[in-house]
């Protein structure tokens, strides 16, 4: 089983930037798809970004385009999410994932344990 780790998140004010990494590990490294999604209190789960592995193509949710910026290194087996100008909105746990394409919160097969992002003034 692909197991996902995430790191990176903390405490900011709005304008500031954090890079969030997701490490895979495990059997099955390789998948056909990653993504981030995000949660907060009494709201489901959202996707922020969605990368198809196979072919390198990255989408990103209308809320956070021109913002963040998901990348890989496929040598490490890991996923990055650059987010900048970052705003109070932004503000949730975000979680790393893995699953076939495409990918929605419904089929995802792995989930990291998640890292707190909040963005306050």
């Known amino acids: 089983q692909v197991q996902l780790a995430e790191s990176g998140g903390g405490s900011v004010q709005p304008g500031d930037s954090l890079r969030l990494t997701c490490v895979a590990s495990?059997?099955?490294?390789?998948?056909?798809?990653m993504g981030w999604f995000r949660q907060t209190p009494g709201k489901e789960r959202e996707v922020v970004s969605v990368?198809?592995?196979?072919?390198?193509?990255?989408y990103y949710s209308s809320s956070v385009e021109g913002r963040f910026t998901a990348s890989r290194d496929i040598a490490k087996n890991t996923v990055y999410l650059q987010m900048n100008n970052l705003k109070p909105e932004d503000t949730a746990v975000y979680y790393c994932?893995?699953?076939?394409?495409?990918?929605?919160?419904?089929?995802?097969?792995?989930w990291g344990q998640g890292t707190l992002v909040t963005v306050s003034s």
């Open positions: 994932a893995s699953g076939p394409w495409p990918l929605r919160s419904i089929n995802v097969k792995s």
């Open positions: 495990g059997r099955y490294v390789n998948s056909y798809a």
């Open positions: 990368i198809n592995w196979r072919v390198s193509q990255y």
